[in-house]
Nanobody, 118 residues
Framework: QVQLVESGGGLVQPGGSLRLSCVAS????????MGWYRQAPGKQRELVGS??????NYADSVKGRFTISRDNAQNTVNLQMNSLKPEDTAVYYC?????????????WGQGTLVTVSS
């Protein structure tokens, strides 16, 4: 079984920065896409950004402020968040499509809370 574990959430003032990290652990697995979603109180979960190979994709609301990076050797994906706004407050979930049997299936982390407030 493959697990995703996030770290790096917390409280930050508007305009500040945070870096989230996610590591996949398990045995005999292959990862295709990795990325981050978020869910604010009372709202649906939404895609923040993803990375597949060398290609990245971002939600319009975070373009130019957030950057996704990936270390395939370490099975990690990071989310650098700059110029944070109160509306970025949410639980951030790591997501990956992982195969252990030849079929890629979605796997989710437990989530990490990011609070942007003065």
């Amino acid at each position: 079984q493959v697990q995703l574990v996030e770290s790096g959430g917390g409280l930050v003032q508007p305009g500040g920065s945070l870096r989230l990290s996610c590591v996949a652990s398990g045995t005999a697995f292959i990862i295709s896409t990795m990325g981050w979603y978020r869910q604010a109180p009372g709202k649906q979960r939404e895609l923040v950004g993803s990375i597949t190979g060398g290609s990245t994709n971002y939600a319009d609301s975070v373009k130019g402020r957030f950057t996704i990076s990936r270390d395939n050797a370490q099975n990690t994906v990071n989310l650098q968040m700059n110029s944070l706004k109160p509306e970025d407050t949410a639980v951030y979930y790591c997501h990956a499509r992982i195969s252990t049997t030849g079929t890629f299936l979605p796997v989710w982390g437990q989530g990490t809370l990011v609070t942007v407030s003065s």
